[in-house]
């Protein structure tokens, strides 16, 4: 069965310190891997995608994630966090090519930025 | 731009009372997809969508229902709403296929006395 674990339900960084978001994922074919932010009171949006192609995807808002297949991780970095960052974010599997493949989403990180 | 629009942002019920939350996208997206968003739990799915009257259930179908009969439209029932069902539900579009981007509704908070 395919699963996302996401380590850590809350992470707490200064402005302009690294941010680090841990997911580990489990899947029995090639997956599809994503990462959604979701902003108070808002629905999700995507932030990046892995598809197979590079392993270290650039997203929007300066974020990037590196597939690891050794580690079965798709970790999600940004170099220097702002205080429009505070959010929830997600990391999810998406394991079949398929029109019927469901994403299994991990259960969130929610991040803060302090001043 | 993708919009997935969702007929209510808030709702409130007694039990009992049957519930119809209304889903539609407008870029012909063959998936849809119902979620509900609780606390520590992440999104868990209820039922999706692949096609007009095609359905499967997700991970959390029981006490749910759902309506597909246009493309554009995606409706979750809830025929007999308890308490337990009291949550953040959101609906999803999907183009096509699994690494296809999901694109989300705003959601709809609804909350059964």
């Known amino acids: 069965a395919q699963s996302v674990t996401q380590l850590g339900s809350h992470v707490s960084v200064s402005e302009g310190a690294l941010v680090l978001l841990r997911c580990n994922y489990s899947s029995s074919v090639p997956p599809y891997l994503f990462w959604y932010v979701q902003y108070p009171n808002q629905g999700l949006q995507l932030l990046l995608k892995y598809t197979s192609a590079a392993t270290l995807v650039k997203g929007i808002n300066g974020f990037e994630a590196e597939f690891k297949k050794s580690e079965t991780s798709f970790h999600l970095t940004k170099p220097s966090a702002h205080m429009s960052d505070a959010a929830e974010y997600f990391c999810a599997v998406s394991p079949g090519y398929s029109s019927a493949s469901k994403i299994i989403f991990g259960s969130g990180t929610r991040l803060s930025i302090r001043p | ?113």
């Not at chain 2, 209510?8 to 019920?13: A, D, P, T």
């Not at chain 2, 359905?55 to 709403?81: H, M, N, T």
Request: include cysteine.
């Open chain 2, 1 to 113: 731009d993708v919009k997935v629009t969702q007929s209510s942002r808030y709702l409130v019920k007694r039990t009992g009372e049957k519930v119809f939350l209304e889903c539609v996208q407008d870029m012909d997206h063959e998936n849809m997809f119902w979620y509900r968003q609780d606390p520590g739990l992440g999104l868990r799915l209820i039922y999706f969508s692949y096609d007009v009257k095609m359905k499967e259930k997700g991970d959390i179908p029981e006490g749910y229902s759902v309506s597909r009969e246009k493309k554009e439209r995606f409706s979750l029932i809830l025929e007999s709403a308890s308490t337990n069902q009291t949550s953040m539900y959101l609906c999803a579009s999907r183009m096509d296929r699994g690494p296809d981007t999901q694109y989300f509704g705003p959601g709809t908070r609804l909350t059964v006395l």
